[in-house]
């Protein structure tokens, strides 16, 4: 079974402008999860969706957004980008069940802002 | 508030020797989930194990083992004749249980190097 996908795996942008990043999760699973990873703050959760619907949020700010699509493919996308954006961005998937499922990680998209 | 500690920032053992990672949580919850992940050079987080709050029973999955004590609120992840392989950093996460949904919270991560 294929693992989770993120596209693209590395992006330069420069400060303001907008990026959007993918992510595909593991067939027949339903919910995405969003972290951030920097040296100094480490691995951050940003949300969750499940259904379309975000289910649980980090503490970011509203730049930060997410949406999740039909077939369970979610996108994120930070506007107003700022130096401090650059990072390792991990998409997770899992199964829909009771409790907290165990999440499976992709490769991550590195973004650099200029 | 929901809080893991990994104490140990950096580990260097030579190839064969066991080595010990620590991993500390706080929560008030009764009912939760631990895992370990580990990220290898290549950025992508391997999932290691899960363990609820109710099963302190150890687990042994070939070289590596897990020691799960609920009194200390530890989670400690020992592997047993290392190899190069495994240099990686490894993390050790938590989840509360909640009416849906998940969110993982990460301690900052061991480096692991172990030298030929």
């Known amino acids: 079974k294929a693992g989770v996908t993120q596209t693209p795996r590395y992006l330069i942008k420069t400060r303001g402008q907008q990026v959007t990043l993918s992510c595909s999760p593991i067939s027949g699973h339903r919910s995405v999860s969003w972290y951030q990873q920097t040296p100094g703050q480490g691995l951050q959760f940003l949300f969750e969706?499940?259904?379309?619907?975000?289910?649980n949020k980090g503490n970011f700010p509203g730049r930060f957004s997410g949406r999740q699509f039909s077939n369970s493919r979610s996108e994120m996308n930070v506007s107003t980008l700022e130096l401090g954006d650059s990072a390792l961005y991990l998409c997770a998937s899992s199964l829909e069940s009771s409790g907290a499922d165990t999440q499976y990680f992709g490769p991550g998209t590195r973004l650099t802002v200029l | 508030a929901q809080k893991v500690t990994q104490a140990q920032t950096e580990i260097s053992v030579v190839e064969k020797e066991d080595v010990t990672l620590d991993c500390v949580y706080e929560t008030r919850d009764t009912t939760y989930y631990l895992f370990w992940y580990k990220q290898p050079p290549s950025g992508e987080l391997v999932f290691l194990i899960r363990?609820?709050?109710?099963?302190?029973q150890n687990e042994i999955s070939g070289r590596y083992s897990w020691n799960f004590q609920k009194s200390t609120s530890s989670f400690n992840f020992t592997i047993t004749a290392s190899q190069v392989v495994d240099s990686a950093v490894y993390f050790c996460?938590?989840?509360?249980?909640?009416?849906?949904?998940?969110?993982?919270?990460f301690g900052k991560g061991t480096t692991l190097s172990v030298s030929s």
């Open positions: 996460a938590l989840d509360q249980v909640r009416q849906a949904g998940t969110a993982l919270i």
């Open positions: 969706y499940f259904s379309e619907t975000q289910r």
């Open positions: 363990r609820n709050s109710f099963d302190e």
